[in-house]
């Protein structure tokens, strides 16, 4: 876990109001907004109204957003809050493309979030009640896997008495790459934790058998 920055700066200069048509688009904003989003942020503005700022910086006596622009679109005719950064053109794109990606990484508490869900009543919106449906789907999905899996094992791969687990990762950059090496190493699909997928497991002493092998291999045809 990375420690409290000693200091921070604040970068906020101004909280203005401003007519969001008059905000300017960003010409490297590179998402993009399906109909589904477009109709499930405009129930939510419906049925709540704004409740956080847009985010913008002064460029040639405009202001140029940086977060915020289907909400620009949706409110055009209407004035919008508008956090003011003092950013340069650097920080400017740094922002731009970690924001959103920055905020994508936070991992949810399950029941935390199933019992928020379970209190919350959908008032008719296709888009969020499909949300909804999916999050709710997806947490009781998880539970019955961690269920399974605390029943399940490995096989071999339980710890003995005075055992640890040390790991080695192999990174591979191509479809090739990993199934060569599954297919090398005989590696076959194990279902891990929870949502984490699936991976493939390979023993430390089998693993090393095979590397002598493959020495002992190359050896001989050296000699011959």
Request: glycine share 8%; aromatic share 4%; proline share 3%.
């Amino acid at each position: 876990m990375g420690g409290a920055v000693a200091e921070l700066r604040d970068r906020i200069v101004a909280l203005r109001r401003v007519k969001a048509a008059d905000l300017r688009v960003n010409p490297k904003n590179w998402r993009m907004h399906p109909d589904g989003q477009r109709s499930a942020v405009s129930e939510m503005l419906s049925s709540i109204g704004f409740v956080g700022a847009l985010a913008a910086r002064e460029v040639d006596g405009g202001l140029e957003l940086l977060d915020g622009h289907l909400r620009r679109d949706i409110a055009a005719d209407s004035e919008v809050p508008v956090l003011v950064l003092d950013l340069n053109d650097e920080e400017a794109d740094k922002m731009l493309a970690t924001f959103d990606p920055l905020a994508g990484l936070a991992l949810p508490d399950s029941d935390k979030l199933a019992d928020l869900l379970k209190g919350i009543s959908i008032d008719g919106n296709a888009e969020i009640s499909r949300m909804f449906a999916d999050l709710m789907t997806t947490l009781e999905r998880e539970e019955d896997e961690d269920e399974e899996d605390e029943q399940r094992e490995v096989v071999g791969m339980a710890l003995q008495p005075h055992e640890h687990y040390d790991f080695l990762v192999v990174l591979c950059t191509t479809s090739q790459e990993w199934n060569v090496l599954c297919d090398k190493l005989g590696l076959v699909p194990q279902k891990r934790r929870g949502r984490m997928g699936t991976s493939r497991a390979i023993r430390a002493d089998k693993l090393l058998k095979l590397l002598e092998q493959v020495a002992e291999g190359k050896t001989k045809g050296k000699k011959k």
